[in-house]
């Protein structure tokens, strides 16, 4: 009986519309995740009511209105043309591999979004009507953290944990420092890199300090020191600034680059609770005020463009860049549908599955 074989590519989510009313829809379903805001179910919630409801949803729609397009949102429609191209390339595979051994397995590929459409219920439940045999979900998110890939995983496992026949199931692990994602992104920055150029910023998400902490396995580890993430150990192995750090290194020796031309800084923080520093907005300000006028900018934990990179990256932080005397900001496109990237993905699943 040939195999059928699921490839889910899994990412974060948007909102269907960047109307208030679905912007306010995928915002709830987003900060209600205990793994997001993790604090007691009756703080969050009246945080949510009396702070982030109210007002959030009116921005954050202003915001998707500037980045949204005529394929519509573009998390998605990248997300989408990425699917085709790496099908593509699995059944050019397939069939080569066929001519020359016989059958081989079918591989399926489809993109499931933890917040939004489309959802992990939705593709699972299409997965099960293909007849997928073995199931490998692909996190889209290159460092770990519980607030994207844990919650994506847990999502995929409890909707397949109600289902009658649950399928064989692998989930590939974080990829910060995979050659196959190191050589892509390096060949992004590359292209927008310049003589000229005086920083490479490589701007990474957020997250709260506790989530770091919460990570630290030992417990006496994480913010013990100011080097506790300049080396991946036991201790700190799922510490997502530990991960964003160990990528600035891989792409600084992969680019060949004086890593004083570099800095590493993180974006989208959200509330007033500490979070993970240096912060990329103070630092685009910071390096204009000191006379660095031409700066290139790359998101390495985003592989696709977003409301993060082309809002809050291209236009507002160019703003803030440009007022406070700067020049240039050249922005690096994230990985997005391209042949490198897919042959990449198929690359580091191969590492951990035999499946693809």
Same mark, same amino acid.
């Given at each position: ?19 208030? %009313?679905?912007?306010?829809? !995928? ?56 699917? &085709? ?16 051994? =016989? ?7 489809? /993109? ?18 293909? =007849? ?39 989930? /590939? ?7 196959? !994602? ?64 160990? +990528? ?24 007033? &609770?500490?979070?993970?520093?240096? !912060?990329?907005?103070? %630092? ?12 290139? @900018? ?14 809050? @990256?291209? /236009? ?6 440009? +007022? ?21 993905? @198929?690359?580091?699943?191969? &590492? ?5």
């Amino acid at each position: 009986m040939e195999k059928r074989r699921g490839l889910m590519l899994l990412n974060l989510g948007t909102p269907d519309s960047p109307t208030k %009313k679905d912007v306010k829809t !995928y915002l709830e379903e987003f900060l209600r995740d205990p793994r997001v805001i993790d604090i007691p179910k009756i703080a969050r919630e009246a945080l949510l009511r009396a702070v982030i409801l109210p007002r959030r949803p009116k921005e954050s729609a202003e915001a998707y209105e500037q980045v949204w397009s005529e394929k519509g949102s573009p998390l998605l429609a990248y997300g989408k043309s990425l699917v &085709t191209v790496v099908q593509e390339l699995v059944d050019n595979e397939t069939q080569n591999s066929s001519d020359k051994q =016989g059958a081989q397995s079918k591989v399926i590929v489809d /993109i499931a979004m933890r917040y939004g459409n489309p959802s992990i219920p939705d593709v699972l439940q299409k997965f099960e009507e293909r =007849g997928v045999d073995e199931l490998v979900v692909f996190p889209m998110y290159p460092q770990y953290a519980s607030a994207s890939t844990g919650t994506g995983v847990e999502r995929v496992m409890s909707t397949l944990g109600k289902q009658w026949n649950i399928p064989s199931i692998q989930i /590939i692990p974080s990829y910060f420092d995979h050659p196959a !994602y190191i050589e892509s992104y390096a060949r992004l920055i590359t292209s927008t890199l310049t003589d000229t150029t005086d920083k490479l910023i490589l701007s990474y998400h957020g997250v709260p300090e506790r989530h770091c902490k919460k990570s630290d396995l030992s417990g006496n580890h994480c913010f013990q020191t100011d080097t506790c993430c300049d080396q991946i150990t036991r201790a700190n192995r799922y510490c997502y600034r530990a991960q964003c750090i160990e +990528t600035t290194k891989q792409l600084i020796a992969k680019l060949d680059i004086d890593p004083d031309r570099v800095v590493t800084t993180f974006q989208s923080r959200l509330g007033r &609770t500490p979070w993970i520093q240096p !912060y990329t907005d103070e %630092k685009l300000t910071e390096l204009a005020n000191k006379g660095f006028t031409d700066i290139c @900018i790359a998101t390495p934990a985003f592989v696709t463009d977003c409301l993060e990179t082309l809002e809050e @990256i291209a /236009i507002r932080g160019k703003e803030d860049f440009e +007022t406070a005397g700067g020049k240039h900001l050249r922005v690096v496109p994230c990985l997005n549908d391209s042949e490198h990237w897919a042959k990449a993905i @198929i690359d580091i699943c191969r &590492t951990h599955s035999k499946w693809i």
